[in-house]
């Protein structure tokens, strides 16, 4: 057995270890990169924070982040003493008029995707193109028009006019119809046709096959739209601003406006303590539909 074990090759080998130089030019500056980024992205997270839980109105004379702590902005602003920051009330619109628009949007989406994907049709690619062509325009360059169209409704339609929470979601479904169908076009193109040919032949129509088989399978375009859809519709200033003038009628963008439009007195402490509130629902939405946005993002672009 000694002369066996003699003669065997050795398989250990030198390894020489890297100096910290070398490693940090191979692979240590992926390490330093990405925490640099990561300090970057927290940084305004951390400084908002700080900002809601700071007493003091003036945020001016601090230097550092979590100076003083304290809940009094969050408990001043949802119990609303003096009677002219109703948040509860801007929070239930906002959320209303979110859900609402979200799920009115990625149904009138689909079924125009649906349509642009397994139709054929006369003026289906210019249909397509015109999406396109949408796209890039500002939404700004229509306000004009949607303030006057809205005023001539509400004359006939008081509902759907000027000031109504309806009329708001009616506009926002508008405008998310373009680039929210374009999305699910290249998903749906994702989906073979193989599928809906077997349901052809047994006997089931556009509709059935679109409502128990299609929109099973694109079930992540649809969360990723929604998703898209709710943080626009909540984070949207220009379009609430224009439409409604209630006090009780307004969203969280234009409510936690008022909080600073005075000059003098300008409430940064308490508008942080709502921004930090507002964003508690994008949070808990991304969060339940995290493992379909990944694949709802990047599965649209394999097939156009």
Known sequence: MADISAKMPNFKTNVRRRGPLKWLFTTGWRHVLGLAICVYAIFPILYILSTSLYPNNDI???TALFA???WANYDALLANADGNRPFLTWYVNTVVIGVLTSIGSVFLSALAAYAFSRLRFKGRRGGLMSLILMQMFPSILGLVAIFSLMSDIGQVFPQLGLNSQLGLVMVYMGGAL???TYLMY???NTVPKEIDEA???DGA???RIFFTITLRLVAPVLAVQMLLSYIGVTSDYVLASILLSDPEKLTLATGLQTLIND?????????TAGAILSALPTVVIFLV?????TSGLTAGATKG
Not at 263 to 271: A, E, G, N, T
Not at 289 to 293: G, N
């Open 60 to 62: 001016n004379n601090t």
């Open 199 to 201: 349901a052809k032949i």
């Open 289 to 293: 539909l995290q493992r379909y946005i």
């Open 68 to 70: 003083d702590v304290s």
């Open 205 to 207: 129509s556009h509709a």
């Open 263 to 271: 000059p003098y007195s300008k409430d940064w402490s308490m508008f």
């Open 178 to 180: 373009g680039g929210g």
């Open 186 to 188: 290249g998903f749906f």
